[in-house]
């Protein structure tokens, strides 16, 4: 169960999207991938899948005990009780996104904290909802929401608010006592929460995650969102899943036509499945390298770039850096340019100008080097 670094060989060779757009001069730290193996027993699930020679049709879920391996999961990390006949399995989380604004959303603008993982703001406006971007409130580096901002939004009609828990790219986990005041401006309107939780399993050692949905009133109508693919490093492999606080919203989300929620794949419910049940060892090795990682990252930067600001983390392996102060018009670009290292290039919305997120799912060595091209481009 040891974490294994595979070298740059290996990582081009096998060429995933992080390591596919460049050549061997460029240090990619951009896409949310680790430079890890799966964990074995993933391996183990999809190499025996696999060795079947039949790749058809995924079987329902409950066939492969997806549903129960994930509340095992969920009751063991954060003592949530889910009700496995609230679950239904997807292709990916922003799919499970547009399905909850299309089929369960009310009608009218959506809140969304910003900055945020880009794909929320353009799922938003895709479903033909009008987006109510709320910056985030910052203060010497560390995030909270504006409660005040997302309680006008919804007095002036938003019907739905979307949370990125943790957070994507701030590295926030929200707190039991931030979820409570959340609650208490959203209930009282009415309006749903639909909660991204897919980096739940990536909070770091000492921080406690808390479910939105633990939070919420029982007849509250929370829309919870997760998949096993970014905390066990495996998003080729699609399957995601969406919990149903509500039984009524549940039944709407079974009698939709199968097309509609159709996207996980046999293979990655069996390694979803595997995750959850046996990776735990695995993941919490992940959670200490990102820790060390994001420690290092900032200690090179401080010492080297001071003027560069790196957000505290409670989650994620992404880094949030503010570079404000370098007055650079594209940092990103110069990083790549001046540094040949490749940083995530997205816009991400409101509140992000002046900023870049940083990839550490790697070894350290890679680290040091991600610090040390970013001081050549930057200093």
Known sequence: MMLRDLDDDALRSAAPLKWALDGPDVLPAWVAEMDFPVAEPVQHAVTAAAATGVLGYPPPAETLGLPDAFAGFARRHWDWPVDTG???????????????????????????????????????????????????????????????????????????????????????????????????????????????????????????????????????????????????????????????????????????????????????????????????????AVRERVAGNLALLQERLADRLPAVRMAPAEATYLAWLDVRELGLAAPARTALERGRVRLEQQDFGPGSAGHVRVNVGTSPVRVEQIAERLVRAWG
């Open 86 to 284: 609230r679950v239904t399995v997807l292709g990916s989380v922003m799919a499970g996104m547009a399905l909850a604004l299309r089929q369960l959303a009310e009608a009218g603008p959506v809140v969304v904290p910003t900055p945020v993982y880009p794909p929320f703001l353009a799922t938003v406006t895709d479903t033909g909802h009008a987006l109510r971007a709320v910056p985030l409130l910052e203060r010497a580096g560390r995030y909270r929401l504006d409660l005040a901002a997302i309680a006008r939004e919804l007095a002036d009609g938003a019907r739905t608010v979307l949370l990125c828990h943790p957070h994507n790219p701030v590295g926030r986990a929200w707190s039991a006592e931030e979820l409570a005041e959340l609650r208490d401006v959203v209930e009282p309107a009415g309006a749903r929460v639909i909660t991204d939780e897919i980096h739940a399993p990536l909070t770091h050692p000492g921080t406690a995650f808390v479910p939105y949905a633990q939070v919420a009133s029982s007849d509250a109508p929370v829309t919870t969102l997760t998949a096993a693919t970014k905390a066990f490093n495996m998003p080729g492999l699609p399957c995601a899943l969406l919990v149903s606080q509500l039984r009524e919203d549940h039944a709407r989300l079974q009698r939709l036509p199968p097309v509609l929620t159709h996207g996980a794949t046999g293979l990655g419910m069996a390694a979803a499945t595997a995750a959850y049940r046996d990776g735990d060892r695995w993941l919490a």
